[in-house]
């Protein structure tokens, strides 16, 4: 039985599980509706070009795991961030471990969405903004739709800033031999609020997990959200991360991207800017080797004027990895004064890894700057030789040399504990041990 | 004198599409329709031998199988390739031997398109093969360039003297099979130019086809063969032009490029087919397959200059297949009204040491679309292969678009590649600057649209790059608002 028709079938033994008369219901079907016809992405569709879910799609995934799957605090310590303080939303196999977790309902809401899902308080919330800015098209986040049950809740209300970031960190015990799990991330900024996550996927054993994730975020006027999507998950753990972002005039919103693990990981990150003067950034570190293989893709959807938008991806790509970039930016034809960039820069260490990349403009307005640039190459020899002739080992210096060129991306994460624990994720990756911190 | 406004409008409407004529010349015009008797029939026509015919066939069994390509960024109702002619040859042709015996009209029609066959051309140097209605009316300068043991002549009269070469050749770098046009383009081609420049000989002029379509009604399948044999130089000139009709026209050809070792092509491309009126009515649809192979040391350059056709679909390639071989493309696509053009290239380096350029200027005014579809692929064998891409659109008016949709592929860890892309609009203080010192703004903008094309109309040969230059202003004519 291939994954399609197990998910068709255990779609039928989850109505059993929850409130079908609930009104999100009616959503969860009809989402159902368009997977069931669309199925998986195949490589014949433009934007699954260059990455294949078929071998995926041959794992027999369970789609409910057990129930019961204890966690001790030392086994899962190191992967959240330590030299700071910070409410976390944490799931073991798909469920909610309260025990791992710190929420709070003080002045702000930071739960889960199974409470806001079901909860009558929560219900303005709901149908205000749940599957609001997602695809109703797109198979997968459908998919997450007719499967949404949990995952992590954040309502930052009017000129309010919680205490400390968030972090929604997912593990999964390797309980079952093969895992799929759906997680449903919702997040509202309302005006003026402010907010930080940082979202994690750990598998803690070598066994097969598929992660099909949904995460909307709504920002409205003159908000601040910061996001960190740290993808450095086991060898054999997957990843379909599928992010819409709304924009209201005068927000900020940011998204980092850092992929170093993984089997296979797709990013599909969406901007909508729905007002003036709104600021849409994204950046991304990618480090790879091995067989691995991370796809990026970005979109922003320009639809009012006077509005920015920036893109930095950075990759890296030894051995056998593959990585594909594909950004695309709509700018409509109201969407005048926009200044809208994006750059895309490899540098290939290996002669069997391979880049795809696609940066895509479609404009339809005619005041504007767009530009995109995109490069793929290598270290410069002369460089490394200069910092060789000082002593640095041909190893080191090549780190520093590829520090340096993914250091832009860095320099603008705003939590310095994270940075630091990116920098060692990185030395890590690179298989070094640097004498600084940057 | 004074010069107003409305004078200047008047000119404009007036002005649209110069080259929109019809000669009234007897034709001989096939039934409409395709089938494999129609195939066969063209075939006898051009009394072709029979490994000719059957290699139409195999095009044509092939294209029965094929769908049209839907993934170009252009919508435009399907022609429906029942409802066309597949021939039609000016009917009072057969072989000249000197001008003299040129049908008067015919010549009537090339002064009007400033092509003259006269002594004045040839003092030019250029040599030309025209291409009307499908069927190549003369070649001029033939017994010059037959010293030099260059072949320059139609592609069927190549088929029936040079059997050997098009054999060899002919779907080498465009298979039968390639695409849906190039596979319709294979089984019903009715005629073309053929070049051949033997080793070590550098052509001495320029070579040049001239495209019409003049009967209602009918498509042009012209198919281009040039050969440049080792060592060998070449720079060969197209040029197109239809008369204005109503009714869509369909154009599919097909161009292959052979440069064997240390040879060199140049191509260049002046693309001025009926656009549509102002609403968008009729137009012709240009449907192409241009592709060039470079074995060792050889380079083949690109230059295309796109101001007309309702819709272009069209990608000169290189296939950079031997080591220190260079591709280059630098194009202009000009749309206004309701022009669509989905153009680009393909660069793909499969042997050491290659590079490629590429530079792509699209200009979108009125309610026209520009995409820049465009792949830079690299194969794990092809070390050090060097790639530079620069597309910059410029929008005029908030009703056009600009797409640009770069490929770039990458297996080699030697590669360097660079891709860069621009879109933006004419400043405001440019023209301010330009009005100031009393240059009128539609003045003004073919300055700075000439200024903007500048890089790729310095790659045109002398003759072309100042007609070329007439023709982005006649494109862009009214479009200042």
């Keep these: ?438 | 004198m004074a010069y107003t406004e409305e004078e200047l409008k008047k000119e404009l409407e007036t002005k649209e599409y110069e080259y929109g004529f019809y000669t009234d010349i007897e034709s001989d015009t096939f039934p409409i329709g395709l089938n494999e008797e129609i195939v066969v029939a063209i075939s006898k026509k051009k009394e072709e031998p029979d490994w000719m015919t059957q290699w139409r066939l195999e095009a044509f069994k092939a294209w029965k199988l094929m769908e049209e390509p839907e993934w170009a960024n252009i919508t435009y109702p399907k022609p429906d390739f029942q409802a066309i002619s597949y021939y039609s040859a000016p009917n009072s042709k057969p072989k000249y031997d000197s001008l003299d015996e040129v049908d008067p009209e015919l010549l009537d029609t090339f002064k009007r398109l400033g092509i003259s066959l006269d002594e004045q051309k040839k003092l030019a140097g250029v040599a030309v093969d025209i291409v009307m209605d499908s069927v190549s009316v003369a070649t001029t300068f033939k017994k010059t360039l037959a010293e030099k043991g260059i072949i320059f002549c139609s592609i069927s009269e190549a088929i029936k003297e040079h059997p050997e070469l098009v054999k060899k050749y002919i779907g080498s770098v465009v298979p039968q099979k390639d695409n849906f046009y190039a596979a319709l383009n294979s089984a019903v081609f009715s005629d073309g130019s053929f070049c051949y420049i033997p080793k070590g000989v550098r052509c001495p002029m320029e070579l040049s086809t001239y495209f019409r379509i003049n009967q209602a009604g009918t498509g042009q399948f012209e198919r281009t063969l040039v050969i440049a044999d080792k060592g060998s130089y070449v720079s060969y000139l197209e040029g197109c032009t239809a008369p204005s009709r109503d009714e869509n026209q369909l154009h599919a050809a097909v161009v292959e490029l052979i440069a064997l070792d240390d040879a060199e092509i140049k191509y260049s491309t002046v693309q001025n087919w009926f656009p549509g009126d102002k609403n968008g009515k009729g137009g012709v649809f240009n449907f192409v397959t241009k592709r060039g192979i470079c074995h060792t040391n050889s380079k083949i350059s690109w230059t295309q200059v796109e101001t007309g056709s309702a819709v272009t679909w069209k990608y000169p390639s290189c296939i950079l297949k031997g080591d220190n071989s260079i591709g280059e493309f630098y194009s202009i696509a000009v749309t206004n009204n309701y022009q669509q053009a989905d153009t680009g290239t393909k660069m793909i380096h499969i042997g050491k040491n290659t590079r490629s350029t590429i530079i792509s200027k699209g200009i979108s005014a009125g309610k026209s679309q520009n995409s820049y579809r465009g792949l830079v692929q690299v194969n794990s064998r092809a070390k050090n292969a060097r790639n530079f891409s620069q597309c910059d659109s410029l929008l005029m008016g908030n009703d056009c678009g600009a797409h640009t949709f770069p490929y770039i592929e990458v297996k080699n860890k030697t590669a360097q590649i660079e891709h860069e892309a621009t879109t933006s609009k004419i400043g405001e203080d440019q023209i301010f600057y330009c009005n100031q010192r009393g240059i009128d703004t539609e003045k003004a903008i073919a300055l700075i649209v000439n200024g903007f094309s500048k890089e790729v109309l310095n790659k045109l040969p002398m003759e072309f790059a100042v007609e070329a230059q007439k023709l982005l202003e006649i494109s862009l004519e009214g479009s200042v608002g």
């Design chain 1, 1 to 438: 039985m291939d994954l399609k028709d197990k998910l068709i079938s255990s779609f039928m033994a989850f109505e059993n599980k929850i409130d079908v008369e609930h009104p999100v219901h009616d959503i969860r079907s009809e989402a159902f509706k368009n997977f069931e016809e669309k199925g998986f992405p195949t490589k014949k569709e433009e934007a699954w070009k260059y990455t294949s879910l078929k071998s995926l799609q041959k794992i027999d995934f369970s789609i409910f795991p057990k129930e019961v799957n204890a966690l001790e605090n030392k086994q899962v310590k190191k992967y959240f961030l330590q030299e700071i303080d910070t409410y976390k939303i944490v799931f073991v196999d798909g469920i909610y471990s309260s025990f791992l977790s710190e929420t709070t309902h003080d002045g702000v809401d930071i739960c889960l969405m199974s409470a806001a899902l079901t909860k009558p308080m929560y219900k303005q919330y709901i149908d205000v903004y749940f599957n609001k800015v997602a695809s109703k098209e797109d198979s997968l986040t459908t998919l997450n739709t007719a499967f949404s049950r949990e995952g992590a809740f954040i309502y930052i209300p009017k000129n309010k800033m919680p205490k400390k970031p968030v972090e929604i960190v997912h593990f999964s015990t390797g309980n079952e031999a093969s895992l799929m799990i759906q997680p449903r991330n919702l997040i509202i900024a309302e005006e003026n609020a402010e907010l930080q996550v940082i979202e994690r996927h750990q598998s803690l054993t070598t066994n097969e997990v598929l992660t099909n994730v949904v995460t909307e975020i709504f920002a409205a006027e003159n908000a601040i959200i910061d996001y960190y999507k740290i993808q450095n998950d086991a060898k054999t753990a997957s990843l379909i991360d599928n992010t819409y972002i709304n924009q209201k005039s005068n927000s900020v919103v940011k998204v980092h991207t850092f992929s170093f693990g993984g089997k296979l990981t797709r990013n599909n990150l969406n901007f909508y800017q729905n007002g003036e003067h709104i600021d849409s950034t994204m950046k991304g570190i990618t480090i790879l080797g091995d067989k691995q293989h991370v796809d990026h893709h970005t979109l922003v959807h320009h639809i009012e004027p006077n509005c920015e938008s920036h893109q930095d991806y950075k990759g890296v790509y030894g051995e056998n990895s593959t990585g594909v970039f594909n950004g695309k930016i709509i700018v409509d034809k109201i969407a005048q004064k926009t200044n809208a960039f994006q750059q895309n820069n490899n540098i290939l260490i290996s002669d069997k890894a391979t880049i795809n990349t696609k940066p895509q403009l479609e404009i339809f307005a005619d005041d504007v700057k767009c530009s995109h640039g995109c490069t793929i190459g290598q270290l410069d020899e002369d460089a490394l030789f200069y910092l060789q002739s000082r002593g640095i080992p041909k190893k080191e210096a090549r780190a520093l040399l590829m520090y340096a060129f993914a250091n832009n991306v860095l320099e603008s994460v705003r939590i310095s504990e994270l940075k630091t624990s990116i920098n060692r994720l990185i030395a890590e990756k690179l298989g070094v041990r640097l004498g600084f911190d940057l």
